[in-house]
């Protein structure tokens, strides 16, 4: 007797097995007391609308071949463009970030009103700043 669903085992055990990378995201906290816009440079796009005073999970560490690495942050008539701190934010301490299913991991940051991104803790609270913290925008834009 065959099994009801091979393929879907198969795939399963790949995904689980197969050391897959990780998903690796920020949880940006929006300090700025406006609303703002988290875009990435690249591709896949995303945009991420956060209202003052809330967090939502964003994407800026996706990097692909061919398009060019970094994030925004829109917050009024200016951005703040982020073009080589997706590299050295993925680079921080293993403590900074917070664990969760098959591997995955998220690290907690807050925007603040000049474009600055401070490091939170694993939960999101505030925490002393390692080195090269805060980090400030590569760019900034009035629109």
Request: aromatic share 8%.
């Amino acid at each position: 007797m065959r099994a009801p669903f091979p393929p879907l085992a198969a795939l399963a055990a790949c995904v689980l097995l197969s050391g897959c990378s990780p998903l690796v995201d920020a949880e940006v906290h929006n300090a700025t007391g406006r609303p703002i816009i988290v875009t990435n440079l690249g591709q896949p796009a995303f945009h991420a609308s956060i209202p003052p005073g809330g967090s939502a999970p964003v994407d800026i560490f996706v990097m692909r071949a061919g398009y060019p690495a970094g994030f925004s942050v829109a917050s009024g008539s200016r951005v703040w463009i982020y073009r080589t701190r997706s590299t050295f934010l993925a680079s921080v301490s293993r403590q900074y970030w917070k664990h969760g299913p098959l591997e995955s991991q998220r690290l907690h940051v807050s925007v603040d009103s000049r474009g600055r991104i401070y490091l939170l803790s694993s939960s999101g609270a505030p925490v002393s700043q390692p080195a090269g913290f805060p980090v400030h925008p590569d760019e900034q834009k009035k629109t």
